[in-house]
């Protein structure tokens, strides 16, 4: 009766309860926007331990998101928020303790800083267990022209010749590959490396590299980089030469 009376007091109450509306809307973007950023951030770093930290801390904001009305919680969401911090947090535990008893050589540290900088040092681990050092003497033919091979070679140290039909075309060296145009199209090599100095050289079998590749997505991203970045060398030492 008050408001239909006055009818500049109806029109303040609708603009007063639109207000709280808008209010309420904005409150809720922005709690929700929080706790999204943080699964965006965890989505964006290369690193999966950090990645399960953002994750984690996006969980723990989220699950005190749906408390927020204490009379009415969404129960729901609230057992599986805590369902995916127990996970992440599980799975950050045994990667975090993965890392910290990881030990490597001072040669295999240098390979890293060299070659695979951009591979997280677990997957770094895996593929190393799987490889072998081999020490070559001079004139030692690594591959041959036209053939197939079933090791994939990297110099850690020495120096070798890349001959195309007899032809020297070009050098490989310290921290690049032998073999890893024939391991990723799977055709015959294109051409002869022979090594002109006492070389040493980590070998992997290439069915195994696959499998390790194929079970381990971090290993086959950093692989994939790392021979992009060995092809654009050669390329420019070919042109150099």
């Known amino acids: 009766m008050l408001f239909e009376k006055h009818p500049y007091l109806c029109d303040v109450s609708s603009t007063f ?29 290369k690193d999966i331990l950090w990645l399960r930290v953002f994750i984690i801390i996006g969980f723990n904001i989220e699950l005190g998101y749906h408390f927020r009305d204490l009379h009415k919680p969404e129960w729901a969401e ?34 890293h800083a060299k070659v695979f900088k951009n591979m997280p040092k677990t997957a770094y681990r895996k593929l190393l267990d799987i490889a072998g050092y081999e020490d070559l003497p001079i004139d030692f033919v690594i591959i041959h022209q036209n053939t197939t091979v079933d090791k994939l070679a ?40 022979t090594t002109i100095d006492e070389t ?20 086959e991203a950093s692989m994939q980089m790392v021979f992009s970045s060995d092809l654009l060398s050669k390329m420019m030492g070919s042109k150099g030469a």
């Open 154 to 193: 990297l110099i850690s140290d020495g120096l070798a010749k890349i001959e195309v039909d007899g032809t020297i075309v070009s050098y490989v060296r310290n921290g690049q590959f032998v073999g890893e145009m024939s391991f990723l199209s799977g055709n015959l090599t294109t051409a002869t490396v």
């Open 200 to 219: 040493r050289c980590l070998l992997w079998d290439k069915e195994q590299l696959r499998v390790l590749m194929k079970k381990n997505i971090e290993v």
């Open 78 to 111: 609230i057992v599986w928020c805590g369902f995916y911090i127990i996970v992440n947090g599980w799975q950050f535990t045994m990667l975090y303790l993965e890392r910290r008893n990881l030990k490597f050589t001072d040669e295999e540290l240098v390979l």
């Open 17 to 45: 309860n639109a207000s709280m509306q808008n209010q309420f809307s904005l409150t809720e973007f922005l709690l929700t926007s929080i706790f999204n950023l943080f699964y965006l951030a965890g989505f964006i770093v």
